[in-house]
């Protein structure tokens, strides 16, 4: 009988659990990963020498990775590349991770991302997304080889930055809708499977109870970052957690670089597309979500006027040329995007 399935690949590893970073000593020992043992271990600013004090890793070599740029990955490359090393863990928030799955993926070497906040599902995606002189880009890269979560690193977190990956894993309900737009409007396939996978983790951080950081809310919301990367590397796009919300954060980043976060964004994305789908109860219900978890919801929050807001959603359809989603859909004039910017904000619930 033929074998009538499809092979996933997927981390060998994943690990969420508080203190599970003192485990990477042993992961790193896998003779899978690291035959000879040779690994490198990437460390981003926010982490100070305690966390290499924890780790257990006696023979890896350490580098600090200073920021988020494609520069700092391809030198990372490079020093990889150059010194032959077998495997790299990448330890800290979310631009730490993309600059070491890019470096990993260019000296085509196995990658452990260790996450130590929670801002968006580049943890176990097959994506970088990586600043540079113009801007941010998206990189396809290899996914994780095994992914750590330590919930004490991320409870104790300094800032909003480490649960802000409830916007971006809310985001996937407002991406799903887009994708299954464009299946009646132009005939694109869905992908069952990825949808699957990205609906049931949004899913999961929309109705998981409670704003705090307790274990049980922080491993919701890690597995479903986890499992939202992976439902991209089911599809092999970033379609099932990228639609017209995520048009709107790229648009925002070029227009105006710097203003918030990838979570940040994305929520407030998902949140307006879900409201020019006239989608009720999906507006109800991330509105909700994101009021809980104190993420914006009105573009004033995160300091641009609703004129800057409107410009940024006009130009959010040429961010993504062939991704076609409810921005694409309605085709609005900048005149009808400003009406609809202005009753959106009046939308928002109190
Ligand atoms: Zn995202």
């Not at 000593?25 to 990963?33: M, P, V, Y």
């Not at 085509?108 to 991302?113: D, E, K, L, N, Q």
């Not at 580049?122 to 801007?135: F, R, Y």
Request: with cysteine; charged share 20%.
């Amino acid at each position: 009988m033929p074998l009538l399935a499809r092979m996933v690949a997927t981390p060998l590893v994943i690990d969420v659990r508080p203190g599970a970073i003192a485990g990477l000593g042993a992961l790193l020992a896998d003779r899978r990963i690291a035959t000879a043992g040779r690994v490198a271990v990437a460390v981003g600013p926010g982490q100070g020498d305690s966390v290499v004090a924890e780790l257990g890793v006696s023979r890896a070599e350490f580098f600090r990775v200073p920021d988020g740029s494609h520069a700092s990955a391809v030198e990372l490359g490079l020093r990889l590349r150059a010194d032959h090393f077998e495997a790299v863990a990448g330890i800290g928030g979310g631009k730490t991770i993309d600059v070491t799955k890019f470096a990993a993926h260019m000296a085509g070497i196995p990658m452990v991302a260790v996450a130590t906040s929670l801002s968006h599902d580049g943890i176990a995606s097959p994506v970088s997304t990586l600043a540079h002189e113009a801007g941010k880009g998206s990189y396809g890269v290899a996914s994780p080889v095994a992914v750590v979560v330590d919930l004490d690193r991320v409870r104790s977190a300094p800032g909003k930055l480490a649960c802000a990956g409830v916007g971006d894993v809310v985001s996937d309900l407002s991406a799903i809708s887009d994708w299954e737009l464009s299946a009646a409007d132009t005939g694109e396939r869905v992908d069952g499977l990825a949808v699957a996978m990205a609906r049931t983790a949004a899913q999961a951080v929309l109705w998981q109870p409670g704003g705090d950081r307790s274990d049980q809310f922080l491993t919701v919301l890690a597995e479903a970052l986890i499992l939202s990367g992976m439902a991209m590397a089911v599809a092999g796009s970033s379609r099932p957690a990228s639609g017209g919300d995520h048009e709107i954060m790229h648009a925002i980043d070029q227009l105006y670089p710097d203003t918030a976060s990838h979570g940040e964004l994305a929520g407030l994305g998902a949140l307006f597309c879900a409201y020019l789908r006239e989608d009720s109860q999906q507006f109800a219900a991330i509105s909700e979500c994101l009021s809980r978890h104190g993420l914006p919801r009105d573009p004033r929050d995160i300091g641009l006027s609703l004129p800057e807001f409107s410009r940024a959603v006009a130009h959010a359809p040429a961010t993504r040329p062939g991704r076609y989603t409810i921005l694409e859909r309605l085709a609005l004039s900048e005149a009808e995007v400003a009406k609809r910017v202005e009753e959106y904000v009046r939308a928002i619930p109190g």
